[in-house]
Nanobody, 120 residues
Framework: QVQLVESGGGLVQAGGSLRLSCAAS????????MGWYRQAPGKQRELVAA???????NYADSVKGRFTISRDNANNTVYLQMNSLKPEDTALYFC??????????????WGQGTQVTVSS
């Protein structure tokens, strides 16, 4: 079993910055990929940013140049640095980890979500 704990959300004015963190604990043999998703009221959950085990990254077009995903392998943590925030970035943000456990099984885990609200 793997647990993900997110932190760093909050209320910020447009143009401001926030840094989200997602720390994992549990039976992780290897990390295959990590990602951040978001879901605004009345909308579908969408991928914001992802990072692979090799360090490759990809971003939603709407956040390119403003958001940066990074990882700390030693501490099993993934971050999302969000700069130049816009009101349309307001959403519940979730981290997602694709891992292989010590039993050599692959699982997808979700964090509980952290709210980001950007005021205009």
């Amino acid at each position: 079993q793997v647990q993900l704990v997110e932190s760093g959300g909050g209320l910020v004015q447009a143009g401001g910055s926030l840094r989200l963190s997602c720390a994992a604990s549990g039976s992780i043999f290897s990390i295959n990929a990590m990602g951040w998703y978001r879901q605004a009221p009345g909308k579908q959950r969408e991928l914001v940013a992802a990072i692979t085990s090799g360090g490759g990254t990809n971003y939603a077009d709407s956040v390119k140049g403003r958001f940066t995903i990074s990882r700390d392998n030693a501490n099993n943590t993934v971050y999302l640095q969000m700069n130049s925030l816009k009101p349309e970035d307001t959403a519940l943000y979730f981290c997602n980890w694709a891992v292989t456990t010590y039993s050599r099984r692959e699982f997808n885990y979700w964090g509980q979500g952290t709210q980001v609200t950007v005021s205009s």
